[in-house]
């Protein structure tokens, strides 16, 4: 084996494509500014409003909401109180990352052990108290915090599904008539609730809903000029001079447009095509580096959404192999839905409708694993839709070998 260098002829510094905080957020000057309007009673010491922010993953929630507490803290140290009618408030953020708690019990407890730490307090076990213990050392705690107003963003807070008890309490906490009252002239609290769910509003409880959801800010995919903007400026960062050639990055920028609009997207989309460049011992990252990324992260993502098929979901996909390798493709719902049918019987599942199945093509064409056509058969025949596989067979076949569920009959699984 040769010895691995540093040197490294693609990337000056790869880091500035993954996830972190970025030098300059861009494109999104004007909903951040929406989005700091919302805590204009924090800078005039009065007491903040809830808000919830929602929006797909990648698209600068967690980056804005940051910015956002950080440029608050800001004014507040650039505003001339003395010389002004208000009284300075002092502001404390907190910004608490819910991805594994999946509890309102382990937020409070995460959420209490977050306050204390700047105090140099005894942390709390995060299991074992009963849930009342736990909600009253928080509240307690946020009576005694030292600064005028406490604003805390519960980032991927969806993953407390329904137990959502917190979403009720900590929102309107400084509300007299609450249990759980923290007094206003103490401590002013306001509550940020993220999520990437778009049905978590919705399944909120409506006491929590009406409290938190008082605000609401919605961050939208991006398109591709703006993810062109996003890409150019990091590439600046990750790669030396002149490594890439002229159309990588709007390539990026209109594939990652295409598939899904998140920044996210983009960025792993060009460290994959730069990487394999780099594998390959090539000078420079070309569009077809990208186009070959591009392929391979859809093929993944199609081997990955069949594996988590449901058992339907399953026997449909193993349908559309087999219409494919009888090169029965294009085919209509019902050809399709006699073949999902059939098999069903084969492996002792009791069939769904022939409408459970068509909205299980169309959750299939999400991820381009299956495709449609509308078919114009002139005055007589009317319009229908016929569907055809998106990606080839083998891939399919990857993402269904080994599942226990088809194997019997199929040997090739
Ligand atoms: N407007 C933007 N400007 C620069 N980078 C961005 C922008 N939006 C997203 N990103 C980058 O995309 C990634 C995901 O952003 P993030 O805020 O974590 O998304 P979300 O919380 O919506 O899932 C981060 O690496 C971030 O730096
Ligand atoms: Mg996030």
Not at 100 to 128: I, K, M, P
Request: aromatic share 8%; net charge negative; charged share 30%.
């Amino acid at each position: 084996m040769e010895r691995l260098t540093p040197d490294d002829g693609i990337f000056r510094d790869e880091d500035a494509l993954r996830d972190h905080f970025p030098d300059r957020i861009l494109e999104r000057d004007d909903k951040l500014a929406e989005y700091q309007s919302r805590f204009k009673e924090v800078v005039r010491n009065k007491r903040p409003r809830n808000v919830f922010v929602y929006g797909p993953t990648g698209v600068g929630k967690t980056i804005g909401t940051k910015a956002v507490f950080q440029n608050l803290e800001r004014s507040i140290e650039a505003f001339d109180y003395e010389a002004s009618r208000f009284d300075e408030p002092s502001l404390r953020t907190v910004h608490l990352e819910c991805k594994d708690l999946n509890t309102s019990y382990q937020v409070a407890a995460h959420l209490l052990n977050r306050l204390r730490s700047a105090t140099n307090r005894d942390r709390v076990s995060t299991t074992g108290y009963p849930e009342g213990e736990i909600y009253r050392m928080l509240f307690e705690e946020l009576r005694q915090v030292d600064t005028s107003h406490v604003l805390i963003a519960l980032d991927e807070i969806d993953n407390i599904g329904g137990d959502d008890n917190i979403l009720y309490k900590l929102p309107r906490c400084n509300n007299d008539n609450s249990a759980a009252y923290v007094d206003p002239a103490a401590t002013k609290v306001g509550v940020v609730g993220i999520t990437n769910d778009g049905t978590f509003r919705e399944s909120l409880d409506p006491r929590a809903k009406s409290t938190l959801c008082d605000q609401e800010i919605h961050f939208p995919p991006y398109d591709a000029v703006e993810l062109e903007t996003i890409v150019e400026d990091r590439a600046a960062v990750a790669f030396h001079d002149d490594v890439l050639s002229q159309d990588v990055v709007p390539l990026t920028a209109a594939l990652a447009a295409q598939r899904s609009g998140y920044a996210r997207t983009a960025l792993d989309l060009l460290y994959e095509a730069a990487d394999n460049a780099r594998s390959a011992d090539d000078a420079r990252v070309t569009e077809n580096h990208v186009k070959t990324a591009e392929e391979s992260i859809q093929q993944g993502a199609i081997v990955e959404e069949i594996r988590g098929l449901s058992t339907h979901g399953t026997l449909v996909a193993y349908a559309m192999l087999r219409l494919s390798e009888g090169e029965e493709l294009p085919a209509k719902i019902d050809k399709i839905y006699a073949w999902y049918k059939q098999f069903a019987e084969q492996v002792d599942v009791d069939p769904v409708t022939s409408r459970t199945i068509h909205n299980t093509l169309n959750d299939l064409m999400v991820n381009g694993t299956v495709t449609s056509e509308e078919v114009n058969k002139g005055r007589s025949g009317g319009r229908h839709y016929e569907y055809e596989l998106g990606c080839r067979a083998e891939i399919l076949l990857d993402g269904l070998e080994g599942d226990s569920r088809i194997g019997p009959v199929d040997g090739r699984l």
